[in-house]
């Protein structure tokens, strides 16, 4: 059974600071690994998706990398924003392409 | 494009009441999800609709919580009796369904309290 691990589970940082979250899996079969970003009371946001034969992907100040063989994968925030502040959560597609498992997410706080 | 809506957004009941919530997905998108989400915890996957079938429901539990898919379109989920253990956030998701990579477009949610 797929099990997805986030950490940490809470960060605060002040504003401009780089900063890196992580997510780890246990079977490393999966189809790819997507990057949400949930805020209060709204839905999922897609952020970043990696197909598994990449091993990174850009998207303006974010960036996340994917190493299948040690179930890893992290996200990278350049330059952190008081906007940046969300809870993060990393999903693996498996069972086919079309079934996520989600991580425990990290709440990121970005002060002033 | 219109996302995908659910209603109601908040919904507070008394344990071993009964309660439905509604979803429609994105236009022309073949597959359906409920998740439901725990406080503190990742959206888990109760349901996975294909057109009107279901593909996966080993996480939902059946004695009482039930989904229906009607015309492939719109659908429900519904508890009952619903007990303390239920209160979360319910994420209905929609995708293409079609062979290969499947992007999930997410619902706003409908937050429920069992009191």
């Known amino acids: 059974k797929q099990e997805v691990t986030q950490i940490p589970a809470a960060l605060s940082v002040p504003e401009g600071e780089n900063l890196v979250l992580n997510c780890s899996f246990t079977?490393?079969?999966?189809?790819?690994l997507q990057w949400f970003r949930q805020d209060p009371g709204k839905g999922l946001t897609s952020l970043l998706l990696?197909?598994?034969?990449?091993r990174e992907q850009t998207s303006g100040r974010l960036n996340a990398s994917l190493d299948k063989s040690s179930g890893r994968s992290t996200l990278y925030i350049a330059a952190s924003q008081p906007g940046d502040s969300a809870t993060y959560l990393c999903a693996v597609f498996t069972g086919g392409g079309n079934k996520l498992t989600f991580g425990t997410g990290t709440q990121l706080k970005v002060e002033l | 494009e219109a996302g995908v809506a659910q209603s109601p957004r908040y919904k507070i009941i008394e344990k071993r009441q009964s309660v439905a919530f509604w979803c429609n997905p994105i236009?022309?998108?073949?597959?359906l999800y409920w998740y439901q989400q725990i406080l503190g915890q990742g959206p888990k996957l109760l349901i996975q609709?294909?057109?009107?079938?279901?593909?996966?429901d080993s996480q939902l539990p059946k004695d009482r919580f039930s989904a229906e898919r009607l015309k492939g379109v719109d659908s429900t989920l519904k508890i009952q009796p619903a007990k303390l253990e239920d209160s979360a956030v319910y994420l209905c998701?929609?995708?293409?369904?079609?062979?290969?990579?499947?992007?999930?477009?997410f619902g706003a949610g409908t937050r429920l309290s069992v009191l």
């Open positions: 236009s022309g998108h073949a597959t």
């Open positions: 609709f294909q057109n009107n079938g279901v593909v996966d």
């Open positions: 079977d490393s079969a999966i189809y790819n």
């Open positions: 990696i197909q598994s034969s990449q």
């Open positions: 998701a929609s995708s293409l369904g079609e062979p290969g990579i499947n992007i999930q477009y």
